[in-house]
């Protein structure tokens, strides 16, 4: 059984860090794209990064690029994404997704397996 499991969620001030993690099991990882997307209250799901196991040049949507970085640990199947200079508009409740590809329409269009999600919250 897929099984993504997210954390590392919570209330942080804007222009803080917070660092969420997502731990998968129940298929090969290094066969699957690992994405996490976002959704606010009110608002659409947002695709924000992936990372294929086949590439380790993330993908990142422009709304995070330059502040988020994906990285991905293999031998404990997990994937990072540390977000940095946070402010009150990511705050949204964060999801872990893997899928067979990494790219701008697998974030558009999500990915196969979902986790059930990481609250965040950005004070201002």
């Known amino acids: 059984e897929v099984q993504l499991v997210e954390s590392g969620g919570g209330l942080v001030q804007a222009g803080g860090s917070l660092r969420l993690s997502c731990a998968a099991s129940?298929?090969?990882?290094?066969?699957?794209?690992i994405g996490w997307f976002r959704q606010a209250p009110g608002k659409e799901r947002e695709g924000i990064s992936c990372?294929?196991?086949?590439?380790?040049?993330?993908y990142y949507a422009d709304s995070v690029k330059g502040r988020f970085t994906l990285s991905s640990d293999n031998a404990k199947n997990t994937v990072y994404l540390v977000m940095n200079s946070l402010k009150p508009e990511d705050t949204a409740v964060y999801y872990c997704?893997?899928?067979?590809?990494?790219?701008?329409?697998?974030?558009?269009?999500?990915?196969?397996?979902w986790g059930k999600g990481t609250l965040v919250t950005v004070s201002s």
């Open positions: 997704a893997a899928g067979t590809a990494c790219s701008w329409r697998s974030l558009l269009y999500g990915m196969d397996y």
């Open positions: 129940g298929f090969t990882f290094d066969d699957y794209a």
């Open positions: 990372i294929s196991g086949s590439d380790v040049r993330p």
